[in-house]
């Protein structure tokens, strides 16, 4: 009948993290016996009677309403075929694009192979087969720029409580940036600046489980990136 | 009864020195290296990721692929020829049935872990080293698991019960050795792994298993620190 961790805590898959059923497995965890085990490597989060976990690491997995960055890798009869950064590819049909498209035009003309594209998870069905949209403002096609790619599961920390981190790494190096839930961030500006910002946005992945990244990442930004990453 | 003292000194209980570190890799989903003694093992994961060709996948359940490999001057005698043999394919094979018992990939239909165990020096229990090496990975890499999994050589030598037998004990010629790498799960203590080579008595074999319990519930806790380290302030 006790809890052997603390929220926040790190734990690791096969660790013990209850005994007994004065506790309940939420996500990542299980229960086994009496017992309650991590199933994932991950920060626990004690809730009421609820033990759940925060996963640090992993491959993103696509569900519905998420806006990602991807690429264009194929073009067939009716769309785009589409990497995710994921282990699934997705499909952008042509109707799913904000201009008509006739039935016997080239695609090309709209998007190549190669493109980068910012897109929205319109389905997603159970043998993870995903449909993806782009008739929403602020869908397009990103043009130049270059693209990174993080741990999934750091993005929330690196777009920060209603954007704050992702705004202040704008503005401290006038680049756009735009990041996807997949782990996918896009970043356009001066080269010099492009730089600061990718180191930026590395930083905030490397440290994303750590508290005073705000303050951090301002000291980093304003010295030029110069105190290490 | 001539085998009085370890070869190496230790006690009949003790492994050799053992180190364990997360995240080694850069590039992969998951890295670790796994170092016992002298044999030293790299773990990569990469995955889940998209299978091809097509008839691999399974529409149920994602997949686990191991791929074991001792690089050319990692041995003690010659030179290993570089690339798959009927040894590697084997282990390959084992390390995927110990560690796909524990791995839940019901979440990822379809798609394949590849798991790439490299080991730059041995001396034996490279297939233990490889299992733990790899179970470090893979929980590095995010993948959903049940428990964790350890493993380690237990024999005989002589007449004494022994645990983790380096290369010289395997080879000791004054009495009958037995070499019998166990893969433990961590809180069940199931065994996913269990072969030898050599010969024992059922009375053996039992303590054997006993001593193999214990050692692996150690070699757990360092795979689990390992793990902790890597994000530790």
Redesign the interface.
């Known amino acids: 009948m006790s809890l052997f961790v603390n929220t926040k805590d790190i734990v690791a898959p096969g660790e013990a993290l209850a005994d007994g059923m004065d506790y309940l497995p939420g996500a990542f965890t299980y229960r086994q016996g009496k017992k309650i085990l991590a199933k994932r490597l991950g920060l626990v989060n004690v809730e009421g009677r609820a033990i759940k976990l925060i996963p640090l690491s992993g491959r993103y997995l696509p569900k519905v309403g998420d806006t990602i960055i991807v690429e264009v890798f194929d073009i067939t009869m009716s769309g785009w075929l589409v990497r995710t950064n994921s282990a699934y590819h997705a499909m952008l049909s042509t109707k799913d694009i904000s201009r008509f498209v006739r039935r016997d035009e080239d695609l090309t003309n709209y998007f190549d192979i190669g493109d980068c594209l910012r897109v929205k998870i319109v389905k997603v069905t159970s043998q993870n087969l995903v449909d993806v949209s782009m008739k929403e403002p602020g869908l397009t096609k990103l043009s130049g720029g270059k693209i990174i790619k993080v741990n999934p599961h750091k993005v929330p920390r690196i777009i920060g409580k209603q954007g704050s981190m992702v705004s202040l790494i704008k503005d401290k190096t006038n680049c756009l940036i735009s990041v996807g839930q997949n782990g996918v961030v896009w970043i356009k500006g001066k080269p010099d600046e492009e730089l600061l910002a990718i180191n930026a946005v590395k930083k905030i992945e490397a440290e994303a489980h750590l508290e005073g990244l705000t303050e951090k990442m301002t000291q980093f930004l304003s010295n030029g990136g110069k105190n290490g990453i | 009864m001539v085998y009085k003292k370890r070869l190496d000194g230790r006690g009949w209980e003790d492994t050799r020195p053992i180190e364990a570190k997360a995240g080694v890799i850069k590039n992969a989903?998951?890295s670790a290296y796994f170092k016992i003694g002298k044999t030293t093992a790299y773990a990569a994961v990469y995955?889940?990721?998209?299978l091809y060709p097509r008839f691999l996948q399974n529409?149920k359940t994602?997949i686990l692929r191991c791929f074991y490999n001792m690089m050319p001057f990692s041995g003690m005698g010659d030179r290993v020829r570089p690339g798959a043999n009927r040894r590697s394919k084997e282990i390959s094979m084992v390390m995927e049935k110990a560690l796909g018992l524990?791995v839940?990939l019901h979440?990822?239909?379809?798609?394949t872990v590849d798991v790439f165990v490299e080991l730059s020096q041995t001396d034996a229990g490279s297939r233990c080293a490889a299992i733990c090496a790899a179970a470090i990975a893979l929980?590095?890499?995010?993948?959903?698991?049940?428990?964790?999994v350890s493993a380690v050589a237990v024999g005989k030598i002589d007449d004494k019960i022994v645990a983790d037998l380096d290369y010289h004990e395997e080879a000791y010629e004054e009495g009958p050795v037995a070499d019998i790498p166990v893969a433990m799960?961590?809180?069940?203590k199931e065994i996913t792994l269990l072969q030898m080579d050599g010969e024992v008595s059922k009375e053996e074999l039992l303590n054997a298993l006993e001593l193999a319990k214990r050692v692996t519930e150690k070699i757990?806790q360092i795979?689990?620190k390992a793990?902790?380290e890597r994000?530790?302030?």
């Open positions: 989903d998951g995955g889940p990721r998209e529409p994602g524990v839940d979440d990822y239909p379809n798609s929980a590095d890499a995010g993948i959903d698991m049940k428990d964790m799960l961590y809180n069940t757990a795979q689990i793990l902790k994000y530790a302030p």
